[in-house]
């Protein structure tokens, strides 16, 4: 059996970490180790983890990000496989069993994913996060057994169109994705940051993945992801820095410049709904030349209008 690292990154979780740490410790394959790295935190989560001192290694860095705190925890980790798992999200009893159990399957897995659903305000949505998957996106993954299924090539094109993957639900060969960089820094404070290290992953297979929902993943208000038009803005950022700093990805620059238009004229979109004509006219200025169609060329002349003329016009526009 592998040894299997758990690490939680966290900052000003006082009120989450709890649950999160609970279900941890209450696996049915017990983890080698939990490592909590807390991002600086302000608030009492230092004093919450002091009552988890026996179950867990305490890492305190100076504020620097997710990623960061995710890299030191993957430094520290002494697993053969390292799982990540946010300090607001939650893993059903045997995640991590099912997670690793996928090296016995294919014992070069590079890392492996699990599907979820979202949990609002203590209720679980009865859709998990993979029936949002357009047609044919698991195509070509090869059954290794119920529920389960590995992608022998790199599968960063169809990522580009959607991204089911979520950190909470990762867990890696530690060693080849210490080889491989670890979490992308470069993309540090930005929204939807780990999509880099997601397209990092998705260019290094075999990658497994588990369909059966494993874990729960927390929409509040503390959390960038509850945001669309943030998520939109942030992911074309990161697609931004991945096609400057990864030659090997020339070949999908296309796919990837139409990706980041596409993400921008629906933050677009989300900021007319909003009438926030400001927002709107910084977007329109991000989007290609052949970019923008009609609709959005509409809500940019609206945007330019003298406010009470631009609310009164994008009124008649929903009307």
Request: hydrophobic share 45%.
């Given at each position: ?5 758990i ?32 991002d ?103 059954p ?14 169809r ?115 909003r ?14 030349a ?30």
């Amino acid at each position: 059996m592998p040894l299997c690292s758990i690490v939680v990154p966290t900052y000003n979780r006082a009120d989450l970490i709890g649950d999160t740490l609970t279900a941890l410790l209450a696996q049915t394959q017990a983890p080698y180790e939990i490592i909590v790295v807390d991002d600086g935190s302000t608030d009492a989560t230092q004093a919450i983890l002091e009552s988890y001192a026996l179950s867990i290694k305490y890492i305190r860095i100076d504020n620097s990000g997710e990623l960061v705190a995710r890299n030191t925890g993957l430094r520290a980790a002494q697993g053969d496989l390292v799982a990540f798992c946010d300090s607001d999200d939650i893993w059903t009893p045997d995640t991590l069993a099912t997670l690793s159990a996928q090296w016995h399957q294919t014992p070069d897995l590079f890392a492996c994913y699990a599907n979820f659903r979202f949990l609002r305000n203590g209720t679980l949505s009865t859709d998990t996060k993979f029936d949002a998957a357009p047609e044919h996106f698991w195509q070509d993954l090869r059954p290794t057994g119920t529920q389960a299924g590995v992608f022998d090539a790199p599968i960063i094109e169809r990522l580009l169109t959607f991204q089911p993957f979520f950190p909470s639900c990762m867990i890696v060969s530690r060693a080849k994705f210490l080889h491989a960089g670890g979490w992308d820094e470069g993309t540090t404070r930005l929204v939807g940051c780990d999509f880099a290290t997601t397209l990092r992953v998705a260019a290094n297979p075999p990658v497994g993945v588990i369909h059966r929902p494993l874990v729960h993943i927390r929409k509040h208000a503390q959390n960038f992801s509850a945001d669309t038009e943030k998520m939109n803005l942030g992911d074309a950022c990161v697609l931004d820095y991945v096609l400057r700093t990864r030659p090997e990805l020339a070949p999908l620059a296309g796919q990837i410049r139409a990706s980041m238009a596409l993400r921008r004229s629906n933050a677009l979109d989300s900021a007319f709904s909003r009438r926030d004509f400001a927002a709107v006219r910084a977007i329109y200025a991000l989007l290609p030349a052949q970019a923008p169609g009609p609709k959005q060329r509409m809500k940019r002349a609206i945007a330019a209008l003298p406010p009470k003329l631009a609310r009164l016009a994008a009124s008649l526009t929903s009307s």
